[in-house]
């Protein structure tokens, strides 16, 4: 009792502290215990400011007073350290929990952390002479391989380039035809008792002007395996057995099956990513975290900042606004692929339609490379394009749209969208999440109120079918709102959350809409690829009769200009512990969290309701 009144006050860093977590050597268990402890804290990602010692001390002192009676087996010692370990990792996590706010608290007066001018990052991109970047395969053995999600937990895709790309003004495509496109797969590494075979094909990136380089891919397989069986690891070779050109093994796991009571254990959610020594942080950052999906919410390697010739730019208008069409350069989808390899052949990832994919090319083609590179459960989901399409991954349905292909009424997106939000049964996926590129709710003076159209066009129906969260992209900075409906808050309506902070190497959004003299002209605010003007001033409400509110508007919780990903770990059916981490803190930190909670009795689907 004396040691436990002694230290029940001193900070985690003192020298009695340092000395409690420092056991005597012949308390061998105890060493188990600090490693423990550390490691919970970490996996917690929970600050060590916040330990409390007293239960560390309670801890100590039972472990002590255990290794005292040397009479006592091994085997009995161990067993109090693990009821001890128990205990102590059971009172934390009832602390931990009641330290993270929820959305039942809102609404949260809002917030927003200054720039922290100390961090600059290096938004510099990574140089084709960088070895993540350099072909390391000959021939046509694969390279660039990622695994994607079908619609259902038992189909996944599997994608890979072979052959090597050319660049110039005279290219001749490679003949897809000439390389199988294969998987060999199993619940074992040997021996491999499934077969499946896919699809080739190979694209071109040109342009009808002269001195302009034109560009063609290798051949780009995707293969679809089916029949698998839910939350299991499986490996996997990819190629062309018949010219003895496979991959090395490797592996993957199967979502969870959908149901209220199975989830991933954590999505990474990331957005505008880049391939700059920023996006790297970013990737060893959400590395980190082990997480189960990936969800990256567009604009990718940002091969558009470059000129065909390799030339690059932070402000592609500002530096060649003279070329007769927005140039690309296609190896950087190249460079990306292969830098995204290793994670991504291994975790899966689900691709969102951004701008800078756009890549307009001869005979007005656009997104030819975002559309041929990856492989979309657009068919088994019942759409008919590769922009939008809906997949379940355990109990949450996710539903992708486009945020740069037509969304009104009439059109076969909104249509789509209509049907899919009317089949979803939330007994079997209790969690709706939405994601698309532009985002509805920033207060950031970058991209304001630029996708208003296709607010007006589709928020009725995402609440009216309550979708619990949505993701964006876009803005190069991290806002999370409150829950909020036509720019009122509403405890039925989503949180949005932007989350374009991964890292490219344009600059990072900094000024607010709301900032003195910083509200955009509101005839600049269309978006330039859709057009359309439906911005128009508030009518109620603080901002009533302006553009702009001239304070952070009550429906933004949380805003902040840093680079990072974010951590979706749903806990159940009615509870998911969001956290976003910045990349210029230590793993274990956080820069905002919070549980969002679910409540289907309070906020029932309106099915029936006609907007």
């Given at each position: 009792m004396c040691i436990c009144i002694c230290v029940y006050n001193v900070t985690p860093f003192s020298p009695i502290a340092r000395r409690l977590l420092h056991p005597h050597p012949s308390i061998f268990p105890l060493l188990l215990i600090k490693r423990f402890a550390f490691s919970a804290f970490a996996f917690a990602n929970f600050s060590l400011k916040s330990i409390n010692l007293h239960r560390i001390v309670f801890l100590y002192v039972w472990i002590l007073f255990a290794g005292n009676n040397k009479k006592k087996k091994m085997g009995l010692r161990f067993g109090k350290v693990a009821a001890a370990v128990l205990i102590f990792a059971t009172l934390n996590l009832f602390q931990i929990h009641g330290e993270i706010p929820t959305t039942l608290d809102e609404p949260f007066d809002p917030v927003t952390v200054p720039l922290d001018k100390s961090f600059r990052g290096n938004a510099i991109d990574l140089p084709d002479s960088d070895p993540r970047v350099k072909r390391s395969v000959l021939g046509f053995h694969p390279e660039q391989i990622s695994v994607s999600l079908s619609s259902t937990f038992d189909s996944v895709w599997i994608s890979w380039i072979t052959g090597e790309f050319q660049i110039g003004e005279n290219v001749k495509p490679l003949n897809p035809k000439t390389v199988a496109s294969v998987v060999h797969y199993g619940k074992l590494r040997f021996p491999m008792t499934h077969k499946a075979n896919g699809e080739s094909l190979v694209y071109s990136q040109l342009y009808p002007f002269e001195g302009l380089q034109n560009y063609t891919s290798g051949i780009i397989h995707h293969v679809r395996l089916t029949g698998l069986e839910p939350s299991t690891l499986y490996y996997y070779r990819c190629g062309d057995p018949s010219i003895q050109a496979m991959s090395d093994i490797y592996y993957f796991k199967t979502m969870p099956i959908s149901s209220p009571k199975s989830y991933p254990s954590r999505i990474a959610v990331i957005?505008?990513?880049?391939?700059?020594?920023?996006?790297?942080?970013?990737?060893?950052?959400?590395?980190?975290?082990?997480?189960?999906?990936?969800?990256?919410?567009?604009?990718?390697?940002?091969?558009?900042?470059?000129?065909?010739?390799?030339?690059?730019?932070?402000?592609?208008?500002?530096?060649?606004?003279?070329?007769?069409?927005?140039?690309?350069?296609?190896?950087?989808?190249?460079?990306?692929?292969?830098?995204?390899?290793?994670?991504?052949?291994?975790?899966?990832?689900?691709?969102?339609?951004?701008?800078?994919?756009?890549?307009?090319?001869?005979?007005?083609?656009?997104?030819?490379?975002?559309?041929?590179?990856?492989?979309?459960?657009?068919?088994?989901?019942?759409?008919?394009?590769?922009?939008?399409?809906?997949?379940?991954?355990?109990?949450?349905?996710?539903?992708?749209?486009?945020?740069?292909?037509?969304?009104?009424?009439?059109?076969?997106?909104?249509?789509?969208?209509?049907?899919?939000?009317?089949?979803?049964?939330?007994?079997?996926?209790?969690?709706?999440?939405?994601?698309?590129?532009?985002?509805?709710?920033?207060?950031?003076?970058?991209?304001?109120?630029?996708?208003?159209?296709?607010?007006?066009?589709?928020?009725?129906?995402l609440y009216q079918y309550r979708v619990d969260i949505v993701f964006n992209g876009h803005v190069h900075a991290y806002e999370r709102s409150n829950r909020v409906y036509n720019y009122n808050i509403d405890p039925c309506g989503p949180i949005y959350i932007s989350i374009g902070d991964g890292g490219n190497r344009e600059k990072m959004a900094i000024s607010h809409a709301d900032d003195p003299d910083s509200c955009p002209e509101p005839s600049t605010t269309p978006d330039a690829i859709m057009g359309g003007f439906c911005a128009f001033n508030f009518t109620a409400g603080p901002a009533s009769g302006q553009f702009c509110w001239d304070q952070q508007p009550d429906y933004s919780a949380y805003r902040e200009s840093s680079f990072g990903h974010g951590i979706l770990e749903v806990k159940n059916e009615t509870h998911a512990l969001w956290t976003w981490h910045r990349n210029q803190d230590m793993y274990n930190r956080i820069g905002d969290q919070i549980y969002v909670v679910r409540q289907p009795e309070r906020c029932p689907v309106q099915s029936e309701v006609s907007f």
């Amino acid at each position: 009792m004396c040691i436990c009144i002694c230290v029940y006050n001193v900070t985690p860093f003192s020298p009695i502290a340092r000395r409690l977590l420092h056991p005597h050597p012949s308390i061998f268990p105890l060493l188990l215990i600090k490693r423990f402890a550390f490691s919970a804290f970490a996996f917690a990602n929970f600050s060590l400011k916040s330990i409390n010692l007293h239960r560390i001390v309670f801890l100590y002192v039972w472990i002590l007073f255990a290794g005292n009676n040397k009479k006592k087996k091994m085997g009995l010692r161990f067993g109090k350290v693990a009821a001890a370990v128990l205990i102590f990792a059971t009172l934390n996590l009832f602390q931990i929990h009641g330290e993270i706010p929820t959305t039942l608290d809102e609404p949260f007066d809002p917030v927003t952390v200054p720039l922290d001018k100390s961090f600059r990052g290096n938004a510099i991109d990574l140089p084709d002479s960088d070895p993540r970047v350099k072909r390391s395969v000959l021939g046509f053995h694969p390279e660039q391989i990622s695994v994607s999600l079908s619609s259902t937990f038992d189909s996944v895709w599997i994608s890979w380039i072979t052959g090597e790309f050319q660049i110039g003004e005279n290219v001749k495509p490679l003949n897809p035809k000439t390389v199988a496109s294969v998987v060999h797969y199993g619940k074992l590494r040997f021996p491999m008792t499934h077969k499946a075979n896919g699809e080739s094909l190979v694209y071109s990136q040109l342009y009808p002007f002269e001195g302009l380089q034109n560009y063609t891919s290798g051949i780009i397989h995707h293969v679809r395996l089916t029949g698998l069986e839910p939350s299991t690891l499986y490996y996997y070779r990819c190629g062309d057995p018949s010219i003895q050109a496979m991959s090395d093994i490797y592996y993957f796991k199967t979502m969870p099956i959908s149901s209220p009571k199975s989830y991933p254990s954590r999505i990474a959610v990331i957005g505008d990513l880049g391939l700059t020594f920023n996006s790297s942080s970013t990737i060893e950052h959400l590395r980190r975290n082990k997480p189960d999906l990936i969800l990256l919410v567009g604009d990718v390697c940002y091969a558009n900042l470059y000129l065909t010739n390799g030339t690059g730019s932070d402000c592609y208008s500002c530096s060649f606004s003279d070329t007769p069409i927005h140039e690309t350069f296609q190896p950087r989808w190249d460079y990306w692929g292969r830098f995204m390899q290793p994670l991504v052949s291994k975790v899966p990832i689900m691709m969102v339609q951004g701008n800078h994919e756009l890549e307009e090319q001869a005979e007005n083609k656009t997104f030819v490379s975002y559309s041929s590179r990856f492989a979309f459960p657009s068919k088994e989901s019942g759409s008919s394009s590769k922009f939008y399409y809906s997949f379940n991954a355990g109990g949450i349905h996710f539903i992708v749209l486009g945020g740069y292909v037509a969304y009104n009424r009439s059109d076969d997106q909104y249509k789509w969208l209509e049907k899919d939000l009317a089949n979803v049964d939330r007994e079997v996926t209790p969690w709706l999440v939405a994601t698309w590129h532009p985002p509805w709710y920033t207060t950031y003076q970058a991209h304001y109120r630029e996708s208003e159209c296709m607010k007006v066009a589709m928020e009725d129906l995402l609440y009216q079918y309550r979708v619990d969260i949505v993701f964006n992209g876009h803005v190069h900075a991290y806002e999370r709102s409150n829950r909020v409906y036509n720019y009122n808050i509403d405890p039925c309506g989503p949180i949005y959350i932007s989350i374009g902070d991964g890292g490219n190497r344009e600059k990072m959004a900094i000024s607010h809409a709301d900032d003195p003299d910083s509200c955009p002209e509101p005839s600049t605010t269309p978006d330039a690829i859709m057009g359309g003007f439906c911005a128009f001033n508030f009518t109620a409400g603080p901002a009533s009769g302006q553009f702009c509110w001239d304070q952070q508007p009550d429906y933004s919780a949380y805003r902040e200009s840093s680079f990072g990903h974010g951590i979706l770990e749903v806990k159940n059916e009615t509870h998911a512990l969001w956290t976003w981490h910045r990349n210029q803190d230590m793993y274990n930190r956080i820069g905002d969290q919070i549980y969002v909670v679910r409540q289907p009795e309070r906020c029932p689907v309106q099915s029936e309701v006609s907007f």
